[in-house]
């Protein structure tokens, strides 16, 4: 019941996130393969040759386990830079197909790149290398970049580091404007036609969607589906977390922390009235019929069709759906965020940021030249490169203004930046979703999310939009979901790793492979069979042995409190 997350990518892939690089440390040490050593721009101090370089290149294999990320055209403009500029050739494949099922296959067959997009399965099975040695001695910019956070990074159980976070390491100051958490989401014309009402609860959100498919049956000349699920592995928190949350918990993953200890929820009061609910909706023709079998690309296929009108997502997981709605103009089709709660209870949607550990790229035992790839990726956190890779190139996907010196958009360029073919051609968006990233504000000032940026911002503001969240009293998504409180040190708990094949490992997957057994079956039941259905989900629920699966989760927590020491965070 992981984040993207990741994606969630919030990705702009275009999440919009921000940071100023922090003061690097001189390295002076020597370059054991061709006797160079990197200063701080990644580049070489000495007349050696360095590492990698346009007179010695090195092609680094990729496997990105995404399916959402537009696959690069051939002749892409971003890669082709990196290859004529610093000598780096990536190959990249994109995950087509079951994830699981795809890992499966790669360790079995020892069928290993030299980079893949960290996932547990790969840890589990040895074929993963350290990255501490390797970073310290021959990524400079990326030690400095991971230093406050070094040991969030270290794995609990052997204190090494086995991946590189894509996200959420900041420095300076955060402004982001886009919001790619968790909220029931609903189209903005379903609150624009009820007169833009707040909407705080459960069966206020439902009433709306009820109300407005009344008035609208179809949508575009297909029929209107009132609220989306997805029941599948790899995206099951779209099913299965929102429960904690209408119930005042932040995304914890599959529990509930309170003091510091952690309760799994799915079988308890606040799950049976959410599921009950949605069988309400499923039986009334609110909830779409196929929600509980399809899969995500059908799911998303659906978002971007214009016809969903709600949904309990996280942002950044239907983004690229969105994206599609943006680029034709749809802003009436758009989601704004809820954050919904049961009676009374104060919602805790909203967070701060968090290294998102457990995402990112890891190198593999099979990488013949380990030292290189950690250089090469090293060269890319250059400040020329970060903006490249996330801006484009100057003159063709930005400008500068000229009286601020802030980055900004024509209204073309705004276009192409949600045009995922323009993307494929025009971004390296693979290598950057997953990379080491600066984030919050570069050395100029200016925020790395180009939308950030108050010119940029204010004039990318639809007139509908602008009204929009005027009607709300606020300016973007991120204020619709209110302030975000001080994140608890162990959090979030999603994101504990757990040895395979260990008690607790056996007791998770059984827990999760219950949940997406039962839970479709509850909300597809009649009416009169609700009850007999979920007592079945419970009682196996609770014979998958989950004091196992909790006991790791709580000693997990307790290591982050005992271990991790809190540091500055000046996101709002």
């Known amino acids: 019941m992981k984040r993207k997350s990741i994606m969630a990518l919030c990705m702009a892939f275009a999440i919009s996130l921000t940071t100023l690089i922090g003061c690097k440390k001189d390295n002076d040490t020597k370059q054991p393969v061709e006797s160079s050593q990197p200063s701080q721009n990644g580049e070489t101090k000495s007349e050696d040759k360095p590492l990698v370089s346009p007179e010695n290149p090195i092609t680094i294999t990729v496997f990105i386990g995404d399916s959402t990320i537009p696959a690069a055209t051939p002749d892409n403009k971003i890669y082709k830079k990196i290859k004529e500029e610093l000598g780096i050739t990536f190959e990249i494949e994109l995950l087509a197909g079951d994830i699981n099922q795809k890992l499966g296959v790669m360790i079995a067959g020892d069928d290993l790149p030299d980079l893949v997009t960290y996932n547990s399965k790969f840890q589990d099975a040895n074929t993963l290398i350290p990255l501490e040695d390797l970073i310290q001695k021959y990524a400079p ?34 402004t982001a404007n886009y919001y790619g958490g968790p909220a029931f989401w609903i189209q903005k014309d379903v609150l624009a036609q ?34 989306e699920t997805l029941a599948v592995a790899g995206s099951s928190f779209v099913l299965e977390n929102a429960p904690a949350q209408l119930a005042g918990s932040p995304n914890d993953g599959g529990v509930i922390v309170k003091d510091g200890v952690a309760e799994l929820y799915a079988d308890k009061e606040i799950s049976k009235t959410y599921f009950k609910k949605l069988n309400e909706m499923y039986n009334k023709g609110v909830l779409d019929r196929e929600a509980i079998t399809q899969n995500k690309d059908q799911y998303l296929q659906k978002i971007a069709s214009g016809r969903v009108l709600g949904m309990y997502d996280q942002g950044w997981h239907f983004q690229s759906a969105e994206e599609t709605l943006l680029k034709d103009k749809r802003y009436e089709r758009t989601y704004a965020p809820l954050a919904l709660t049961y009676e009374g209870i104060k919602p805790y949607y909203r967070d701060r940021s968090v290294v998102n550990l457990g995402n990112g790229f890891a190198i593999t035992k099979n990488c013949e030249e380990p030292e290189r790839v950690i250089y090469a990726l090293n060269l890319l956190m250059s400040e020329k490169w970060q903006k490249l890779l996330n801006w484009g190139v100057e003159g063709e996907d930005y400008s500068i203004d000229a009286a601020t010196g802030q980055p900004v958009w024509s209204d073309e360029q705004e276009v192409n930046n949600n045009d995922n073919a323009y993307k494929a051609a025009n971004r390296a968006a693979a290598i950057y979703s997953y990379m080491p990233k600066i984030e919050g504000q570069y050395s100029d000032g200016n925020a790395t999310a180009i939308n950030d940026n108050p010119i940029q911002f204010e004039k990318s503001l639809n007139e509908y939009d602008r009204n929009f969240f005027k009607q709300y009293g606020v300016v973007s998504r991120a204020g619709m979901m209110g302030d975000a409180p001080e994140n608890p040190v162990h959090y979030p708990a999603w994101n504990i790793n757990i040895p395979a094949n260990s008690p607790a490992s056996i007791a998770n997957t059984q827990l999760e492979d219950a949940r997406l057994k039962w839970l479709p079956r509850v909300i597809a039941s009649n009416t009169s069979d609700f009850e007999a259905q979920w007592n079945a989900f419970v009682e196996e629920f609770n014979n998958c042995n989950p004091k196992a699966y909790l006991d790791a989760i709580n000693e997990g927590i307790q290591y982050r409190i005992k271990n991790w020491t809190p540091t500055t965070n000046n996101s709002k």
């Open 141 to 174: 910019d990326i030690y400095s970049h991971y230093e406050p956070h070094w040991e969030k990074m270290k794995d609990q159980n052997d204190q090494h580091i086995y991946c590189m976070p894509n996200w959420g390491v900041y420095h300076g100051k955060y």
């Open 194 to 227: 009820a007169g833009y009402p707040k909407v705080t609860t459960l069966d206020q959100y439902f009433d709306l969607i009820e109300d407005y498919m009344k008035k609208n049956p179809t949508i575009d000349g297909q029929p209107t589906i009132g609220f």
